[in-house]
């Protein structure tokens, strides 16, 4: 690591980082956490941080992060239900917010765009960005999830021409936000040989993991995460069935997630009030400060909660959802196939009891980690690609 030098009389630096997925916590936490590492390494980096999700203001912005909060759209490009009706005339969601991408990056004037998973993001709304880079001297970078969110052998649009440019010669590097020996994109799907090659693994990206308190004499205590809680309540009813039809003998913390329907919310809340030993959060926005406080966790296998889980070290059942793709289940597999995890993908009642009884009986895991040293590995990918005449100054000198 080099020394932190003074920012005096160092060239501006600009980033636009974009989110075009705007279901879930888990995009939302990785570009905040992307948008904190590069604010951290580059003493004069102003991030502009753009994306519509619904929970894109429930967490402060880091340090020298500037967030845009754009019309939101589905996967398909389309406004959610609730706000589709607009006055006759007027643009559509999705053509407002290409709009508002596009004026909002000009001003900016970055040196370097990274895109996170989407490579045109929604309804194409990145062409016009990208077709302009090379005449405004913009870097581009695609960051990639290790398991994709689609059940064919490729992402749909990827099959797509417009698409496919984008990503052999229009982005400057693809980055992989995972390892390659826990899962290989390129051996997963069929993707196209041109594409393949250029993917660059970095690690997961993921943030300081907090210390464990002393257990001080108490019972064990399990935690019990859907993560976003977008895609209903199976996993958590399931719990409960387990719950109540054995009393068990350790703590149970349980978070539903922001995004779970509110009628299933409140009832899952009641049935959680009438156990003992069981506490219900509607939401935490704390995850690894809980995680750190339990001896064992239950939870679905995102990217973002699966790394939370790979970091505690503790011992963890991942009931990955298989609905509508499969990118959890394939996620959840691997990991139990390393070792780093048990996994049950649609359990009874009784096999899931009998999981965390079973979890419970180890300690703290000494398996060595893949790679969590992604945030790292994005920093120095953008160093290099503004290595020049007007090269940024960094805190980080390892090349990638």
């Not at 990827?158 to 400057?172: N, Q, S």
């Not at 002393?214 to 399990?222: C, E, K, Q, T």
């Not at 780093?340 to 300690?363: D, N, Y």
Request: aromatic fraction near 6%; hydrophobic fraction near 40%; charge should be neutral.
């Amino acid at each position: 690591m080099l020394p932190i030098r003074s920012s005096r009389n160092l060239h501006p630096f600009r980033v636009h980082l974009h989110s075009p997925v705007d279901s879930g916590l888990g995009p939302l936490r990785r570009v905040m956490t992307l948008a904190e590492a590069l604010s951290v390494a580059f003493p004069t980096c102003q991030v502009l941080l753009t994306t519509g999700s619904p929970c894109a203001t429930w967490f402060p912005a880091p340090e020298g992060v500037t967030l845009v909060k754009l019309p939101e759209l589905d996967a398909g490009g389309r406004a959610p239900a609730s706000s589709r009706s607009h006055a006759a005339g007027a643009p559509s969601a999705a053509d407002l917010r290409k709009q508002l991408v596009l004026q909002v990056h000009r001003a900016w004037a970055p040196q370097i765009l990274i895109v996170d998973q989407e490579p045109l993001g929604l309804a194409d709304e990145l062409d016009p960005i990208l077709r302009e880079a090379p005449a405004r001297g913009l870097k581009t970078i695609l960051g990639l999830r290790d398991a994709f969110a689609c059940n064919e052998a490729m992402p749909t649009q990827w099959r797509e021409p417009r698409t496919r440019k984008a990503l052999v010669e229009e982005y400057d590097r693809i980055l992989v936000f995972g390892s390659p020996e826990i899962f290989d994109p390129r051996l997963s799907y069929m993707l196209p040989e041109e594409v393949a090659r250029r993917l660059e693994f970095t690690g997961y990206i993921a943030r300081n993991v907090p210390s464990r308190p002393p257990r001080a004499g108490r019972a064990p205590r399990v935690l019990f995460t859907s993560g976003s809680g977008e895609c209903g309540s199976a996993c958590v009813e399931t719990l409960f069935d387990a719950l109540e039809q054995q009393q068990p003998d350790f703590e149970c913390e349980i978070v539903l997630g922001p995004f779970l329907p509110a009628p299933q919310s409140e009832a899952l809340l009641r049935r959680g009030a009438g156990l003992d030993r069981v506490r219900v959060h509607s939401n935490c926005s704390d995850v690894p400060e809980l995680l750190a406080s339990c001896d064992a966790v239950v939870s679905t296998a995102g990217y973002h909660t699966a790394v939370e889980v790979l970091q505690s070290r503790i011992p963890a059942l991942f009931c990955p959802r298989s609905f509508p793709h499969r990118e959890q289940l394939l996620r959840a597999e691997r990991l139990a196939a390393h070792g780093f995890a048990s996994c049950q993908a649609g359990a009874a009642p009784e096999e899931m009891l009998s999981g965390v009884e079973e979890l419970l009986t180890r300690g703290l895991s000494t398996r060595p980690l893949p790679s969590m040293d992604g945030c790292s590995r994005v920093v120095q990918a953008v160093q290099q690609l503004c290595a020049g005449p007007q090269r940024v100054e960094s805190r980080v000198s390892q090349s990638l």
